[in-house]
């Protein structure tokens, strides 16, 4: 199969490849800031990691789109690992150290809004990448995007904020007062592990996908999805481990009391 949008590839290609080249260079920028004599520093794991999620970005827009495997490996990278290695490199706190005290405290007030609870909740982000590929692989859409460039790049673009989205709310490091218990986490995870799987195994066995795509290349497109997604979900269970900071203790009357994880 090649894909109706296959040609224009290369013409969007190069004004998508600045998102990642211009966030690479604010982010280097910022945490270069940080080793003034006056300043904290910055991790260089943390640097690490977003230049990692920026480089798997900029691989994502120049994969080869003209077979449903190169199409998977795109979506792959777009939605589970590039979202990885930019959350982990914890933008939101360089972010605030590089803002004055009003601004950054005013930053935080709103989102600290309880009004932002629905957004962030791990579920959400759960309907919005797994609800998200099941629409776009069982209903007409797949196909309308090999007929609209347009599509395609909005397409791209959801998958990539939904998973920014999804990966925050599962191992963002950012301290955040209304952040799901890690059990929560840990469930929804499982549950985009099923969702992943249980799509894959259909898209393999040719059922209901509305892909129009050889078996061959369907299946192709089915086993990156199936253990590319299994690989992907691994690092973030490892992310969320590792991330993840037990609340503060209370001692009332020789009892501790936790305060939620």
């Known amino acids: 199969m090649v894909s109706a949008h296959g040609t224009e590839h290369g013409t969007t290609v190069g004004p998508a490849l600045l998102v990642p080249l211009l966030a690479g260079w604010l982010y280097l920028a910022a945490a270069l800031r940080q080793r003034a004599p006056d300043r904290a520093g910055w991790s260089h794991w943390r640097t690490a990691a977003f230049a990692a999620g920026c480089a798997l970005l900029a691989i994502a827009l120049l994969v ?3 077979d449903f495997a190169g199409h998977m490996w795109q979506h792959l990278l777009l939605g589970m690992l ?13 972010a605030l150290r590089c803002l004055d005290r009003r601004a950054g405290r005013a930053a935080l007030r ?5 009004a932002l609870r629905p957004l962030t909740h791990p579920v959400t ?22 007929d609209s460039a347009a599509l395609h790049n909005l397409v791209n673009l959801h998958f990539l904020l939904s998973g920014l989205l999804f990966t925050w709310s599962i191992a963002g490091p950012e301290p955040y007062p209304h952040r799901a218990r890690v059990p929560v986490r840990l469930v929804v995870l499982g549950a985009a592990v099923v969702a992943h799987a249980s799509l894959a195994q259909l898209m393999y066995a040719g ?9 061959e290349h369907l299946r192709a497109g089915a ?6 997604g299994d690989l992907a979900e691994i690092l973030l269970a490892l992310a969320l481990l590792t991330t993840w900071r037990p609340g503060p203790r209370h001692r009332t009357v020789g009892t501790a009391v936790t305060v939620g994880s």
Do not use: F, H, S
């Open 64 to 66: 080869p789109t003209d």
């Open 82 to 94: 590039a979202p990885l290695g930019l959350v982990l490199g914890a933008p939101g706190i360089l």
């Open 110 to 114: 709103v989102l600290g809004r309880p």
């Open 125 to 146: 982000g759960l309907l919005l990448t797994a609800g998200g590929l099941w629409l776009l692989y069982l209903t007409p859409l797949y196909r309308a995007t090999l």
């Open 207 to 215: 059922l209901l996908v509305d892909v129009p795509a050889t078996t």
């Open 223 to 228: 086993t990156v999805m199936y253990y590319g």
